[in-house]
């Protein structure tokens, strides 16, 4: 599975299980996440979702580039477009889809693309240290088109988010946070004391 859902208590934890590829998000995860997310809204019992990647380099690095040609296969431009129109997003949460409950991103390494449009759709984000935050796909012509444009805008001074989307580079998690994208945090993983 690509990815990792465990309810405990009110809380629901969604991990990104792609370590290989630094947790990249192919057309099997898109559809496991949009399934956890649905669980979140509609069980009374969950009232938190936790969105984290697996392992120590990243959270998400984006889109899986080698399987985009899979997010398309088998469907004609008029059907892409109605698609676009109504379904949810890639991820399930950057566009026509609101989960009712809030949802925490715990970001550790790199978080760029699509990943970093996956956090802003996230209610709150909170970083490690060492979290980097990027759209690399502007230096390709590609715009980030889950969101990424209009709330990087709303989530850290202007100045800053035009800088991340007309160059690509990316930013530290100590810049990040001295602009508010995002709380300052410790790594994610188990509470201090207790065993996962």
């Known amino acids: 599975m690509s990815l990792r859902v465990v309810a405990t208590g009110p809380l629901l934890t969604v991990t990104l299980n792609r370590p290989e590829v630094h947790n990249a998000v192919d057309p099997e995860t898109h559809s496991e ?3 956890a997310w649905r669980r979140l809204r509609s069980d009374p019992k969950l009232r938190v979702g936790i969105l984290t990647g697996s392992g120590t380099k990243a959270f998400c690095a ?3 580039l080698t399987r985009l040609e899979d997010f398309y296969a088998e469907s004609s431009p008029g059907e892409r477009r109605e698609r676009w129109r109504h379904e949810p997003g890639i991820g399930g949460l950057t566009r ?3 989960v009712g409950k809030p949802i925490v991103a715990a970001i550790h390494g790199h978080c760029l693309g699509l990943g970093l449009e996956l956090a802003l759709a996230c209610d709150l984000r909170l970083a490690s240290p060492k979290a980097t935050f990027g759209l690399p ?17 709303r989530a850290i001074p202007g100045n800053l988010a035009l800088e991340m989307i007309l160059t690509g580079r990316p930013i530290s998690a100590r810049r990040g946070s001295g602009a508010r994208a995002h709380q300052p945090g410790r790594p994610p993983g188990p509470p201090a004391g207790r065993s996962p």
């Not at 796909?137 to 805008?153: A, K, M, N, S």
């Open 137 to 153: 796909e502007v230096r390709w012509g590609i715009l980030p088109g889950q969101g990424g444009t209009q709330r990087l805008p």
């Open 62 to 64: 984006g889109i899986d």
């Open 33 to 35: 996440l949009l399934g």
């Open 96 to 98: 026509h889809f609101d």
